[in-house]
């Protein structure tokens, strides 16, 4: 399976997540790539079995670039699936809700439940059993 994770990071956490998704993704022995909204052209953003899409939450939504990759980017694989994460300190699921209702008609289906990674304040850090709850994120669609 072909995987790309696109996400925005402000203080290193989503960042975190990407990470260490890729690494579950690359030990599982499928295809993945990382792309940094803040460094993404989303027209260079290639072909994919599954796309993972991380944000913060920014006033109970997703930052300003995942909407503007969401928006721009081109899903051309037919029955391409898409998974979602955020981290939060309020607002808990405000931002992916907002992200599946951007993504709708976009020819994406939904391939797992939402991951929403609470804060310990607004810089972080994610908390200390967050690297099981990506593991169990991940498990979802690993099969």
Partial sequence: ?????????KH??????AEDLMDMIKESGNEGHIYNARRTDPEKIGEADLYIFGSP????????RIRRIIKKTPFAK???KYALFTTYTDGKGKATDKMEKMLEGRGLRK?????????DGK?????????????????????
């Fill in 12 to 17: 290193g956490n989503g960042e975190k997540i």
């Fill in 111 to 119: 391939g797992a439940s939402n991951l929403n990674m609470k804060l």
């Fill in 123 to 143: 810089e972080g850090p994610l908390d200390k059993g967050h690297r099981e709850k990506v593991k169990r994120f991940w498990g979802e669609f690993a099969d």
């Fill in 57 to 64: 939450t920014h006033w109970r939504g997703p930052s300003r």
């Fill in 1 to 9: 399976m072909k995987i790309n994770i696109i996400y925005d990071s």
């Fill in 78 to 80: 037919e029955g391409a």
